[in-house]
Structure formats: structure tokens, C-alpha cells
């Protein structure tokens, strides 16, 4: 099974700055099956990137992924309100296991 | 637009099954997985396994093998997901996920695999004797 570690495990920011989240697989994720998501309190997690970089449908510009093989980031360029929450990555590359990392706190400073 | 709608909340009592249904409207339903996502109380996402209907055979992570059966009806576009022996442990909300429609860069039809873009609303899991 592959581990995904995310860091960090919190982040504090003001809105305007720009996030950085890792995402670390235990081992490479074939052809960047990586996707990356966003959870606010009460609601299901939403897709924002899959395929490591490819935007989901309606997701604003200001969201980016990006890497491969075990090292994978997701960039939120200048941060607005709605987007401090709980982000996931999560690796689809093997269908017999499918796993999440543990999730990266964005938090307003 | 693909529309997934969970049954209701459920309260358990430890040792007992619960039976979770997904009913799927819009899009084409036996080509593409449904998966099992549940989270437990302020915890993280896991996958626990899922099925695609077409070929109805499910593939389960191995933490829940033995204690999850995933199964699927064409015929109302319904998926399930059963969890026996349940323990305290197992309170959480579960979620149905399904991967996107084919697009001209991507698809995931007929595989397990795929990121979800669609989710249920979940549906709360309470154990409790």
C-alpha cells in the first residue's frame, strides 16, 4: 500500500499570501495518478486536481499541482477567504488501493 | 449532472451490520466504480473499497477485507455497502465517490481507479451500545 505523508500539518495564513502544501508518497505514483482535495466542515470533500495537475471542472486559476514520482505540491497563488480548510491528496494509481494522506490544516492568521 | 443520494443516519449496536445504499442519477452508472470513503470523527479520509457494476465485482482495501461487502443493482442504480461486526471504532460518516465523466484527456470508466468528483452527502454511522 502506498503512504501518502502530508506536510504541513497545519498552516496559518493571511488571505493574499500564497500556500504551499507536499504531499510525500512511500512510493511513485504511476503516470501522476495524484489528485488533491478540499474539505470544509459539514460537506464531502471537493476535487480540485487530478491527474497531479490537471484542474477539476470550475476550479478557480488560482489553484495549481504539480510534480511526480514520490514529491507532490498543490499552490493556492494568493489565498481568499473561502479557501482556509482541510486539503487531501490522495493516489488512484492502483486500483487495489486506493489512499489519502492525512490531510493539511489551512488556517487564517 | 451525476447526482449521488445516500440513505439516512443509522445508530448501531456493536457486534451488529448496516447496510448504506448510494442511488446514482444522471451519467451512466454500470461503467463507472463507485467507491467507499468513510471519516470518522475529526479524522481524515479513508477508502475502503469499491465496485464497478458493470463487471460487479468489488475490490476492498485490506483493513476492511472480511467485514465489507460492496455490491451494486443496474436496475435502480444503487450501490451498497454492508460493514459487519461493527465496533466503536466504526462511527463515522460514510460517502459513496464516483470518478469523473470521460472527457477527450481523461477516463476512468471500467477501471477502480480515478479521483472522485462526485461525492454523496454522506451518511452517519453511529455505534453504540
Known amino acids: 500500500e502506498i503512504v501518502l505523508t502530508q506536510s504541513p500539518g497545519t498552516l496559518s495564513l493571511s488571505p493574499g499570501e500564497r500556500a504551499t502544501l507536499s504531499c510525500r508518497a512511500s512510493?511513485?505514483?504511476?503516470?501522476?495518478?495524484l489528485a488533491w482535495y478540499q474539505q470544509k466542515p459539514g460537506q464531502a470533500p471537493r476535487l480540485l486536481i487530478y491527474?497531479?495537475?490537471s484542474r477539476a471542472t470550475g476550479i478557480p486559476d488560482r489553484f495549481s499541482g504539480s510534480g511526480s514520482g514520490t514529491d507532490f505540491t498543490l499552490t493556492i497563488s494568493r489565498l481568499e477567504p473561502e479557501d482556509f480548510a482541510v486539503y487531501y491528496c490522495?493516489?488512484?494509481?492502483?486500483?487495489?488501493?486506493?489512499?489519502f494522506g492525512q490531510g493539511t490544516r489551512l488556517e487564517i492568521k | 449532472q451525476v447526482q449521488l443520494v445516500q440513505s439516512g443516519a443509522e445508530v448501531k449496536k456493536p457486534g451488529s451490520s448496516v447496510k448504506v445504499s448510494c442511488k446514482a442519477s444522471?451519467?451512466?452508472?454500470?461503467?463507472?466504480?463507485i467507491s467507499w470513503v468513510r471519516q470518522a470523527p475529526g479524522q481524515g479520509l479513508e477508502w475502503m473499497g469499491g465496485?464497478?457494476?458493470?463487471?460487479?465485482?468489488?475490490n476492498y482495501a485490506q483493513k476492511f477485507q472480511g467485514r465489507v461487502t460492496i455490491t451494486a443493482d443496474e436496475s435502480t442504480s444503487t450501490a451498497y455497502m454492508e460493514l459487519s461486526s461493527l465496533r466503536s471504532e466504526d462511527t463515522a460518516v460514510y460517502y459513496c465517490?464516483?470518478?469523473?465523466?470521460?472527457?477527450?484527456?481523461?477516463?476512468?470508466?471500467?477501471?477502480?481507479?480515478?479521483?472522485?468528483?462526485?461525492w454523496g452527502q454522506g451518511t452517519l454511522v453511529t455505534v453504540s451500545s
Open positions: 512510493q511513485s505514483v504511476s503516470s501522476s495518478y
Open positions: 490522495q493516489q488512484y494509481g492502483s486500483s487495489s488501493s486506493i489512499t
Open positions: 491527474g497531479a495537475s
Open positions: 444522471g451519467g451512466t452508472f454500470s461503467s463507472y466504480a
Open positions: 465496485i464497478i457494476p458493470i463487471f460487479g465485482t468489488a
Open positions: 465517490a464516483r470518478p469523473p465523466d470521460c472527457s477527450s484527456t481523461s477516463c476512468y470508466a471500467g477501471t477502480l481507479g480515478g479521483p472522485f468528483d462526485y
